[in-house]
């Protein structure tokens, strides 16, 4: 089950014990578990528990693009350097999919002249839509009481 092996390499990734966190994790992403071909691509990138290796990363954010990742499709765009049209459309991807940070690299993009208007408007019609999907009372409710534990342990941390 690659989620449970996923689990596990979280535990071990929280430990800090990267070694032991990448052998799980790397059998999470053989059974295709989206979220361990991201955190893959991260050690990679990071040298955590492996060599640094960029061309490996990229491969783990590739298949987690694939997968459906947004976040994925946005590390991709950002780490196409000098590679403008392939990085657009990586943005254009993750801003249809309501990723906002590809939607601002995006809106960079065009000031810049690398995107066309239409596309650009198109693109924040599909990311609306995106968004929109996504909205539910539940969600809210959660988002909320996400920020509310946030801001009580930052009280009660450094206050």
């Given at each position: 089950?690659?989620?449970?092996?996923?689990g596990v390499a979280g535990?071990?990734?929280?430990?800090?014990?990267?070694?032991?966190?990448?052998?799980?994790?790397?059998?999470a992403?053989?059974?295709?578990?989206?979220?361990?071909?991201?955190?893959?691509?991260?050690?990679?990138?990071?040298?955590?528990?492996?060599?640094?290796?960029?061309?490996?990363?990229?491969?783990?954010?590739?298949?987690?693009?694939?997968?459906?990742?947004v976040?994925a499709?946005y590390?991709?765009?950002?780490?196409?350097?000098?590679?403008?049209?392939?990085?657009?459309?990586?943005?254009?991807?993750?801003?249809?999919?309501?990723?906002?940070?590809?939607?601002?690299?995006?809106?960079e993009?065009?000031?810049?002249?690398?995107v066309?208007?239409?596309?650009?408007?198109?693109?924040?019609?599909?990311h609306?839509?995106?968004?929109?999907?996504?909205?539910?009372?539940?969600?809210?409710?959660?988002?909320?009481?996400?920020k509310?534990?946030e801001?009580?342990?930052?009280?009660?941390?450094?206050?």
């Amino acid at each position: 089950d690659p989620h449970a092996i996923r689990g596990v390499a979280g535990r071990f990734l929280k430990e800090g014990n990267f070694i032991e966190c990448f052998k799980y994790m790397n059998q999470a992403a053989k059974g295709g578990h989206i979220d361990a071909h991201y955190q893959l691509a991260h050690m990679y990138v990071n040298g955590e528990g492996v060599e640094q290796d960029m061309k490996k990363a990229f491969y783990h954010f590739e298949e987690a693009a694939i997968l459906g990742s947004v976040t994925a499709r946005y590390a991709l765009g950002v780490g196409r350097g000098g590679k403008t049209e392939r990085a657009v459309k990586h943005f254009i991807i993750g801003a249809n999919l309501g990723c906002d940070k590809s939607l601002k690299c995006l809106k960079e993009a065009y000031a810049k002249g690398f995107v066309k208007k239409e596309d650009l408007a198109a693109s924040l019609r599909k990311h609306q839509a995106a968004v929109d999907a996504t909205k539910s009372p539940q969600r809210d409710a959660a988002e909320l009481a996400e920020k509310n534990e946030e801001s009580s342990f930052f009280k009660k941390e450094f206050i």
